[in-house]
């Protein structure tokens, strides 16, 4: 069987070693006679495997001992109202809008409660930079401050000497406000200092596992504050009480997420694996900035995201064009978001270099055929 070149933005390709294990344990896990998703998540094989998952992710992220981690359910689009259904506590939220995702966030949460805009870069539709930490006027009062730390469709990511700036100046205008941020298309593709937030979450299709699982990791002290007539279920304090098995847990999905977890860990770690990200990005955002304007990103270079990189080529009907013939070439999930078009290559982890240098020499020949 050959396997496309696949830069889908999620759910996303996985590790070919990691479905490979997935199919040898399908039928038989362990020599228990049974799927690993066949079996109770109260027994001793799946504990074994949920909490297996959560410590070679804390080994990964560096998690501190006073942070849970939570495997929930519903996407990171839930995590929108579930964030200020438990952080609020009848205060008001500070958002940061870069992009899509973020937008969303706010709008969600002002149907919970209080939340204030802090910035948008949004112009005219468009997403294309981040603000500068010091231009922000942060509410010293506010329950927390929300940003995406990559916005998937516009491709505008907060790298880490941004998230050093903000956390700083956070810090120093509103001590106390712990951070939040949706991480959903960047997790585990380089080290992070989980210390700098209160919260982080990301639905899992991207570089975790398969769709259906959602990861949270929140710090102590921000448990036990969900407002009044918050269902049992969404209440954060509840799930850490109950190991993230208050009911089913996406059991499967969480089984793949600790393969990928220890894959990771066998390819060196999150330092290991974000060389070699950058690389991938470096190589495809210069040959777009190297076509002659044929094609082009709108992104702020400072903010470009190593992940997500969406470009445009001179005419929509090229990138039309641009789509069936990736397709033909054996190349999948290169349209754009339905809500932008153009293009977009989704660089996760699991995605190899060889994917990336098969698709340089597929836009050079496709710009040679039709500049």
């Known amino acids: 069987m050959t396997r496309a070149w696949n830069f889908s933005a999620g759910p996303a390709t996985l590790p070919v070693e990691v479905l490979q294990q997935a199919r040898e344990e399908l039928l038989d896990w362990r020599g228990i006679g049974a799927s690993i998703m066949e079996v109770s998540h109260r027994g001793k094989a799946f504990s074994g495997v949920i909490a297996a998952a959560e410590a070679d992710l804390r080994d990964l992220l560096a998690i501190p001992e006073n942070y849970r981690v939570l495997f929930l359910q519903g996407g990171q689009t839930l995590q929108f109202a579930q964030v200020p259904m438990n952080l609020l506590a009848g205060r008001s939220a500070d958002y940061l809008i870069t992009g899509t995702w973020s937008q969303k966030a706010y709008k969600e949460a002002a149907k919970v409660g209080k939340a204030r805009l802090v910035a948008s870069t949004e112009d005219n539709g468009h997403f294309t930079r981040l603000p500068e930490p010091g231009e922000l006027r942060f509410d010293r009062d506010a329950a927390y401050f929300h940003l995406c730390t990559n916005e998937t469709i516009h491709g505008v990511e907060a790298h880490e000497d941004y998230e050093a700036r903000l956390f700083d100046a956070l810090s120093a205008a509103a ?10 298309s ?26 259906g699982l959602t990861l949270v990791i929140v710090r102590d002290d921000l448990l036990g504050r969900a407002a009044a007539g918050t269902p049992t279920i969404l209440d954060y304090r509840n799930q850490a009480d109950n190991d993230s098995m208050l009911n089913t847990p996406s059991t499967f999905a969480i089984y ?32 777009i900035d190297g076509s002659g304007g044929f094609y082009r990103s709108e992104v702020d270079v400072a903010c470009r995201s190593i992940m997500n ?40 982890n699991a995605v190899p270099l060889e994917a990336v240098e098969a698709l340089l020499r597929f836009m050079d020949e496709f710009r040679a055929a039709n500049a």
């Open 175 to 184: 001590p106390g406000v712990p951070l939040v941020s949706d991480m959903s």
């Open 186 to 211: 960047h997790i585990l593709s380089r080290p992070l200092a989980v210390r700098r937030y209160g919260l982080i979450s990301a639905g899992a299709q991207k570089n975790i596992g398969p769709s």
């Open 256 to 287: 793949v997420a600790g393969l990928v977890f220890k894959w990771l860990k066998a390819r060196g770690g999150l330092a290991a694996v974000a060389a070699v990200n950058r690389e991938k990005a470096r190589r495809l955002y210069a040959a």
């Open 309 to 348: 990189v969406p470009f445009r080529l001179p005419v929509p009907e090229l990138e039309a064009r641009f789509v069936q013939a990736s397709e033909a070439a054996g190349f999948i999930g290169l349209k754009g978001h339905k809500s932008v078009g153009g293009i977009r290559a989704s660089l996760y």
